[in-house]
């Protein structure tokens, strides 16, 4: 059985006041029934670990470097997101791939890094519209697939999101039945390359434009085992109700 996950993306949002809705948030979800994640900037991951402790809530980072540690001014190893509470961490976020010419490569090396590190490793992949309308999106969806996951991965330490680039921020969603098939292709791969057993373990988690009122519906959908969430994490109150969506679909 896969433990359904909540994960909150804050990207870069939030100083330290922000750690009130953290507060508001473990209040309302204290021993939630389902997996409860949030990635607050680096800045408040250790503030965050703290605030949501004893809660259930878990930490996570947004990124980290391919090295274990060195010259690599401004970046953030694995070992140091551990060290400050976190317990997963995001790689290979679309605004990663395009703000920082992230490749599948560089994607790959960091997930072995915080696999090694012990982080639970969220590896995101989707397609842009462009792409989408060309009829590619399960070509894209292939390669980042076998290009990002290292060799390594488990049920335990992976888990793939699916972010259709053109839908983050946007208020646009696939159709159901357009995220059941992505879905579905992604489980493929991962039995086709992992076996049977792995390839049914790892969460498969949907991203882009999740809200309380459409949650529901997408946790229905085959193969969806959780959200990353963007904007609507950043509310306690617009997240627990996509957290309390999810806590029905396992009841
Ligand atoms: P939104 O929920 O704001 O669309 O963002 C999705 C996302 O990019 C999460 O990583």
């Given at each position: 059985m896969r433990r359904k996950l909540a994960a909150?993306?804050?990207?870069?949002?939030?100083?330290?006041?922000?750690?009130?809705?953290?507060?508001?948030?473990?209040?309302?979800?204290?021993?939630?029934s389902v997996d409860?994640?949030?990635?607050?900037?680096?800045?408040?991951?250790?503030?965050?670990?703290?605030?949501?402790?004893?809660?259930?809530?878990?930490?996570?980072?947004?990124?980290?470097?391919?090295?274990?540690?060195?010259?690599?001014?401004?970046?953030?190893?694995?070992?140091?997101?551990?060290?400050?509470?976190?317990?997963?961490?995001?790689?290979?976020?679309?605004?990663?791939?395009?703000?920082?010419?992230?490749?599948?490569?560089?994607?790959?090396?960091?997930?072995?890094?915080?696999?090694?590190?012990?982080?639970v490793?969220?590896?995101?992949?989707?397609?842009?519209?462009?792409?989408?309308?060309?009829?590619?999106?399960?070509?894209?969806?292939?390669?980042?697939?076998?290009?990002?996951?290292?060799?390594?991965?488990t049920g335990e330490n992976l888990i793939v999101?699916?972010?259709?680039?053109?839908?983050?921020?946007?208020?646009?969603?696939?159709?159901?039945?357009?995220?059941?098939?992505?879905h579905?292709?992604i489980r493929?791969?991962l039995e086709?390359?992992?076996?049977e057993g792995v390839g049914r373990s790892v969460r498969l988690l949907y991203?882009?434009?999740?809200?309380?009122?459409?949650?529901?519906?997408?946790f229905?959908v085959s193969n969806v085992d959780g959200a990353?969430?963007?904007?609507?994490?950043?509310?306690?109150?617009?997240?627990?109700?996509?957290?309390?969506?999810l806590?029905?679909e396992v009841?």
């Amino acid at each position: 059985m896969r433990r359904k996950l909540a994960a909150g993306n804050w990207k870069m949002n939030g100083t330290g006041a922000a750690l009130a809705e953290l507060e508001s948030l473990s209040a309302l979800h204290h021993a939630p029934s389902v997996d409860v994640l949030v990635c607050p900037p680096a800045t408040l991951l250790n503030r965050a670990a703290q605030t949501v402790h004893g809660s259930g809530i878990s930490i996570g980072g947004q990124d980290c470097h391919s090295e274990v540690s060195g010259a690599h001014t401004g970046d953030l190893s694995a070992e140091m997101l551990r060290d400050a509470g976190a317990t997963y961490v995001i790689l290979g976020h679309s605004e990663r791939r395009e703000d920082h010419g992230e490749q599948n490569e560089d994607i790959r090396a960091k997930a072995r890094t915080a696999m090694n590190a012990g982080l639970v490793t969220i590896i995101c992949v989707g397609e842009s519209l462009e792409q989408r309308e060309a009829a590619n999106t399960l070509d894209i969806i292939g390669g980042q697939l076998s290009g990002s996951i290292p060799d390594q991965s488990t049920g335990e330490n992976l888990i793939v999101a699916y972010e259709p680039i053109w839908a983050i921020g946007t208020g646009k969603v696939p159709t159901l039945e357009e995220i059941g098939d992505v879905h579905d292709f992604i489980r493929a791969r991962l039995e086709r390359r992992f076996g049977e057993g792995v390839g049914r373990s790892v969460r498969l988690l949907y991203g882009g434009s999740v809200k309380p009122g459409n949650a529901a519906e997408i946790f229905n959908v085959s193969n969806v085992d959780g959200a990353l969430v963007g904007g609507a994490s950043l509310k306690a109150q617009d997240f627990s109700g996509i957290i309390s969506a999810l806590e029905r679909e396992v009841s």
